[in-house]
């Protein structure tokens, strides 16, 4: 969230935005593409077993964002929820408590197929009784932290260049083989749409009714828990009657357009073929992909 003032007013925002609008090959691939890449990107990033394997998937994932010219700051700043988890996976890796029994287990049943690069054969350094720095685990644990930065990143990419409707038309296409068992596809994808949409009207919404509130006295950080809790009702609930009453003329709106008719096949306005350059892609991102897990 941003906050700048200006002279006697207050201007909040709040970012909920992923896509950022562009005119890059890796915006105008269809949406389905991107999604069975991402798939295939994921599969191989776990099938991944040296640090060259990495190193290769990184210099992928790093070309795929060059591509589609993304702020690589923009990107570090989604990652740093990401950043607390990869600290965590090092740690809990690379120090053990008994770093003699963490030797041993390692030497009988390996890093799990994870390569230890150099560090293979560091010895174990103990710092306090039993208690050390074990080389190898802590080079597992960089392994694995690197391949989650590289998978939630590969995720991004694909949030940053995809709009929320044409992920909705990906997710209805892909669901389309069950319409024949009788599942409710279209109104799945419409539920999945909506979600989308009323996230950053939820958003808008629990900002305008808190700065309302601030400009009444409202305080939110001052007194003790229960004092803070009656505060942020007077923002809580009138965000859900807001809801609710957006919801009811969003239902309205429906019915009054006749949508959910029974017997009535729903049309789409796009063409949803896939051009023949982009199933090109496809193929070559898969044979990438597929190179990637079979020889590291």
Request: hydrophobic letters at 55%; a positive charge; aromatic letters at 10%.
């Amino acid at each position: 969230m941003t906050v700048q003032r200006r002279t006697g007013e207050v201007v909040m925002g709040l970012s909920v935005q992923t896509y950022i609008p562009g005119s890059t090959p890796m915006h105008a691939l269809d949406a389905r593409v991107k999604l069975v890449l991402l798939a295939a990107y994921s599969v191989a990033l776990f099938l991944i077993q040296t640090w060259l394997g990495l190193l290769c998937a990184f210099f992928l994932l790093a070309g795929a964002i060059a591509l589609a010219k993304l702020p690589v700051s923009r990107i570090a700043g989604m990652l740093v929820p990401v950043y607390v988890i990869v600290l965590f996976t090092v740690l809990f890796n690379g120090f053990a408590l008994d770093v003699s029994a963490a030797t041993d287990r390692v030497v009988a049943s390996g890093l799990a197929g994870v390569s230890a690069g150099v560090l293979a054969d560091w010895q174990p350094v103990v710092l306090v009784g039993n208690f050390g720095w074990y080389p190898a685990g802590f080079a597992r644990g960089c392994f694995y932290a690197v391949r989650i930065v590289l998978l939630v990143a590969a995720s991004l990419v694909l949030c940053f260049t995809t709009t929320s409707t044409k992920l909705t038309d990906a997710l209805n296409s892909f669901l389309k083989p069950l319409r024949s068992f009788g599942v409710p596809i279209d109104d799945a994808a419409m539920i999945f749409s909506l979600a989308l949409r009323f996230i950053p009207v939820t958003a808008e919404e629990f900002e305008r009714v808190r700065v309302a509130q601030l400009s009444r006295g409202a305080k939110f950080d001052v007194g003790a828990l229960q004092e803070k809790l009656r505060a942020w009702q007077t923002v809580l609930i009138p965000l859900f009657v807001g809801m609710f009453r957006r919801a009811d003329s969003l239902a309205h709106a429906m019915e009054a357009r006749c949508y959910g008719m029974p017997g009535v096949a729903r049309t789409s306005l796009h063409d949803s073929s896939i051009p023949l350059a982009h199933v090109a892609a496809l193929i070559a991102g898969l044979l990438t992909c597929i190179v990637l897990a079979l020889v590291f």
